[in-house]
């Protein structure tokens, strides 16, 4: 018997003791891709309680079942480790997932399907919002010379049949609103008020409400909607969750802060944008509701007092763990002026304070083991960035665990990228952004520097480790949505080509990658990026079970089938989060 189970293990080619028990799920007949050098490919995987237990073949896997094991025969669809994604905003996507994103929209049946979508995912009760309705349309009209525009005035009936009980309120692009008979049900709106003196109702002939606020009543009615409470966010943060699992996301490196850190400082300007309030991930893990693991970057201006709340470099546990710090370089800061505005370089971001100060903050953030990570754009921003972490890490002396971080990087000078590499400098890069402004940045740039933008391949072979990432949910002022799906974003590393396939042959195509580089950097580069690498970003036996099933071997179709690739499981801890439940 002793001989049999010897040769199950070797079968198996990694396997945990057999002495712990039979596994919880078993996943075989598959294309499973470790990204595990030691191991690279296998057949099927074995998963006892919220870690990966065998990897090997189909015979020596299955023979590990007991009477409790769950198997799914996944005919061949390929297992790839959970993606991770290296940076989002989920603060952010909270607000966003009770909002309509209306600045596009400039008909009625655009506003309906924004609606319709959203009454899908907003339980009932509780208030939709957005805005602003005709904004693009208007700046369109505006650039053309045109005065006067005004965007559509929705109709009523046609915005109750679709939202229901579900009150809304709108914003247009002129500061006008509009509510929802719901809405006004909810605010008790009486037909027989008069109108205030800074603005009016919308009424039909009859003297009825259309739902039109003009002047200050909508920002009036806006007042009185409920605030943003802990418990709304929650239930935000749930669909939010459940959102990332649908297209494989098993882990996030997300833009935190502490509330009680934040209300103690007095800040010049707001440094703690699009910051997540990191009590959101510790209720829902307390509640064993969080199904995505959290890397929580805190802001760079409060390291200082993150050990008062408990928060120390590689703390936390499995579901959410600490140890780098944020804060923001620059607004697209150049060395020579853009092609196309001569008299402008960019500059630092508002919400720096100057450069003696974030090379004194960098330095002692280091001291104390944090990890850096800037948001960057500009080739002088990069330098300047560079020449920070460089001196942090002369004046502290070599740390083995050192792993700084450009957040975006999106114009470089070749030789500053050259020594990133050098540094040992992680890039956290979102190829969406790459393909969403690629005309824009050949005129802003100019052919020659437009070469060495967004160089993901230069980076590689300069020994940067890049991370592909979505920035989601997208730009804080609405007008750019994240493409937050892991298989689009590899889709267009490799292709340098957006969803449409634009521009042919790919933008600036010698900077494509391979989809295996795809892949490692949206799993075990990010992994080590925070380091956990020896818990996640690969198929291994003893790290956690978090992994994504795929309806396509993604390493063997043309690059345009990545984009018909289907997500059938995304697994977190064992624990099958999105896809049919066997």
């Not at 996943?27 to 191991?39: C, E, M, P």
């Not at 189909?58 to 094991?69: C, E």
């Not at 509640?287 to 970057?297: F, Q």
Request: glycine share 10%; hydrophobic share 40%; aromatic share 8%.
């Amino acid at each position: 018997m002793k001989r049999a189970l010897a040769f199950l293990c070797l079968l198996a080619a990694s396997c945990a003791s057999l002495a712990q028990g039979a596994p919880d799920l078993i996943l075989f007949n598959a294309k499973v891709y470790t990204v595990d050098d030691a191991q690279p490919a296998a057949e099927a995987v074995a998963i006892r309680g919220d870690r990966i237990m065998a990897v090997g073949g189909n015979a020596a896997v299955r023979a590990l079942a007991g009477g409790a094991t769950r198997s799914i025969d996944l005919q061949g669809a390929m297992v790839l480790p959970g993606f991770i994604d290296s940076h989002t905003h989920f603060g952010n996507g909270i607000d966003w997932y009770f909002q309509v994103m209306l600045m596009y929209v400039n008909d009625q049946a655009a506003m309906v399907r924004g609606l319709e979508e959203a009454t899908r995912r907003v339980p009932p009760g509780i208030w939709i919002t957005g805005g602003d309705w005709g904004a693009v349309a208007a700046n369109a009209a505006a650039r053309q010379g045109k005065e006067g525009f005004v965007s559509f005035t929705p109709d009523l009936k046609a915005i109750d049949a679709v939202t229901g009980n579900h009150p809304v309120l709108m914003r247009r692009h002129d500061r006008s609103y509009f509510i929802n008979s719901a809405g006004m049900k909810v605010l008790r709106f009486d037909k027989a008020a008069s109108d205030p003196a800074n603005g009016r109702y919308g009424r039909d002939g009859a003297g009825e409400f259309t739902g039109m606020l003009y002047g200050g009543v909508g920002e009036l009615i806006e007042k009185q909607l409920p605030p943003a409470s802990h418990a709304l966010s929650l239930i935000g943060a749930r669909g939010v969750a459940k959102d990332l699992n649908r297209v494989g996301i098993t882990s996030i490196h997300d833009i935190t802060r502490v509330e009680a850190l934040s209300q103690q400082q007095v800040y010049s300007s707001a440094v703690e944008r699009s910051h997540t309030d990191v009590r959101i991930f510790q209720d829902l893990r307390d509640r064993g509701e969080l199904t995505l693991r959290v890397y929580a970057i805190m802001p760079a201006r409060v390291w200082a007092g993150l050990a008062s709340q408990g928060i120390r470099p590689q703390g936390g546990d499995a579901w959410l763990r600490y140890g780098a710090l944020k804060d923001f370089a620059d607004s697209g800061y150049m060395f020579e002026p853009y092609a196309d505005n001569p008299n402008y370089r960019g500059g630092w971001t508002f919400r720096m304070v100057d450069e003696a100060f974030m090379a004194r903050q960098i330095a002692a953030a280091d001291r104390a083991g944090f990890d850096m990570t800037m948001h960057v754009l500009g080739d002088r921003a990069l330098r300047s960035t560079l020449d920070w972490y460089e001196g942090a890490a002369r004046a502290n002396g070599p740390r083995a665990d050192r792993r700084m971080r450009l957040i975006h990087a999106w114009y470089a000078d070749p030789a500053d990228l050259v020594r990133a590499g050098r540094l040992g400098i992680v890039a956290d890069v979102q190829p969406s952004l790459v393909l969403e402004r690629y005309a824009a940045t050949d005129r802003s740039l100019g052919p020659e520097r437009a070469r060495w933008a967004i160089a993901y391949r230069t980076m590689i072979d300069d020994g940067i480790r890049i991370n592909l990432s979505s920035d989601f949910p997208g730009t804080y002022n609405r007008l750019s949505f994240a493409v937050y799906n892991p298989l689009e974003n590899i889709y267009m590393a490799v292709t340098r080509q957006d969803l449409q396939g634009q521009p042919a042959g790919g933008w600036h195509p010698e900077q494509r990658i391979t989809v295996d580089e795809a892949i490692r950097a949206y799993t075990v580069n990010p992994a080590w990026s925070s380091h956990e690498e020896s818990l996640k970003g690969s198929i291994t036996v003893g790290k956690l079970a978090d992994l994504v099933v795929l309806s396509r071997d993604i390493r063997n179709i043309p690059p345009r089938d990545l984009l018909k690739t289907e997500v059938r499981y995304t697994i977190v801890g064992g624990r099958i989060v999105h896809g049919e439940k066997p």
